[in-house]
């Protein structure tokens, strides 16, 4: 979830780096999940810089709010039963 109102840092070229920082740091909830996906982004970000636009367009994240869903793990059985431990 994101806020407009959270946007006040005038993204010139010297609050850049203030605009990415706060864009990364603000709303954490420090979890390894977070942390992966906040990594992926900052490499992606390095490569597409689109964090100024994101922060205009809809604000900062609220990283504390992220939403995760259980993983589909596909399970192949091997035997006719599931008893003689071959999963």
């Not at 006040?8 to 909830?29: G, V």
């Not at 990594?39 to 689109?50: A, G, H, M, P």
């Not at 039963?81 to 071959?86: A, H």
């Amino acid at each position: 979830m994101c806020s407009k109102a959270d946007y006040y840092i005038t993204p010139e070229k010297n609050n850049f780096s203030l605009l990415e920082e706060r864009f990364f740091s603000d709303h954490r909830a420090n979890t390894s999940t977070e942390l992966l996906l906040i990594r992926f982004l900052e490499r992606e970000n390095q490569k597409n810089s689109f964090v100024e636009l994101t922060v205009k367009q809809i604000g900062f994240p609220r990283w504390n709010m992220i939403m995760t869903t259980p993983s589909q793990s596909i399970t192949h059985f091997q035997g006719n039963n599931m008893e003689d431990g071959n999963i």
